[in-house]
């Protein structure tokens, strides 16, 4: 079975602190990409990767950085947490750009 | 610039009726068109992919249609059940990139 895990599914920090999020896949994939939700905003893209050590910015990559070491694993930071990054944050991978993303259960997380 | 609208307003149905959603989409012509469901508290979960030159996708119960002229796919689910309740999300892909937009999602709700 395939499968997206994220390192956790509740995280509290505190404001300037830096914080990483875990991503790892273990479908080979060679696309994986980080996700932030908000009530009424959607999903909306912060950063993708398309191979080992190569990454795009998304939709909203202001605040954050990403690192691709290994195929399997992609991990967002927050350098400086900030309240306003408090949300719901999605990983997810796919083959290609145009195949179905598979996603991970998500990571809450609130800066207080 | 791109826009994909869904209804942001839940829609309630009752038990054993078709649910139909609308993912409307403007300023770009995808190539294809993804749906998916999610749960509270937990990621997307990929349902079904529709090709620009495939005007209708079935699987089970549920039926997706493609109309590129009206810009617009719909989302039908048959013989609705208390456990279709979701919220499915509709994603575009353009043709280029390794990308998805996501819509902001439907919220159904199958009452008995």
């Known amino acids: 079975d395939v499968k997206v895990t994220q390192s956790s599914r509740y995280l509290v920090k505190r404001t300037g602190e830096k914080v990483f999020l875990e991503c790892v896949q273990d479908?080979?994939?060679?696309?994986m990409f980080w996700y932030r939700q908000d009530p009424g905003l959607g999903l909306r893209l912060i950063y993708f990767?398309?191979?080992?050590?190569?990454?795009e910015k998304g939709d909203i990559p202001e605040g954050y950085s990403v690192s691709r070491e290994k195929k399997e694993r992609f991990s967002l930071i927050l350098e400086s947490a900030s309240t306003n990054q408090t949300s719901m944050y999605l990983c997810?991978?796919?083959?290609?750009?145009?195949?179905?993303?598979?996603f991970g259960p998500g990571t809450r997380l609130t800066v207080t | 610039s791109q826009k994909i609208e869904q209804n942001s307003e839940a829609l309630n149905i009752q038990e054993g009726k078709t649910a139909t959603l609308t993912c409307n989409y403007t300023?770009?012509?995808?190539?294809?068109l993804q749906w998916y469901r999610q749960d509270p508290g937990r990621g997307p979960v990929f349902l079904l992919l529709?090709?620009?030159?495939?005007k209708e996708k079935r699987k089970e119960r549920l039926k997706v249609t493609f109309d590129t002229t009206l810009k617009q796919s719909l989302f039908h689910i048959t013989a609705s059940q208390p456990a279709d309740s979701a919220t499915y999300l509709c994603?575009?892909?353009?043709?280029?990139?390794?990308?998805?937009?996501f819509g902001t999602g439907t919220q159904l709700k199958v009452e008995l």
């Open positions: 997810a991978s796919s083959l290609t750009g145009r195949d179905e993303q598979y």
């Open positions: 479908m080979d994939h060679e696309n």
């Open positions: 990767s398309y191979d080992v050590k190569m990454k």
């Open positions: 300023n770009y012509s995808p190539a294809y």
């Open positions: 529709i090709r620009e030159n495939e």
């Open positions: 994603a575009p892909w353009s043709g280029g990139g390794n990308k998805l937009t």
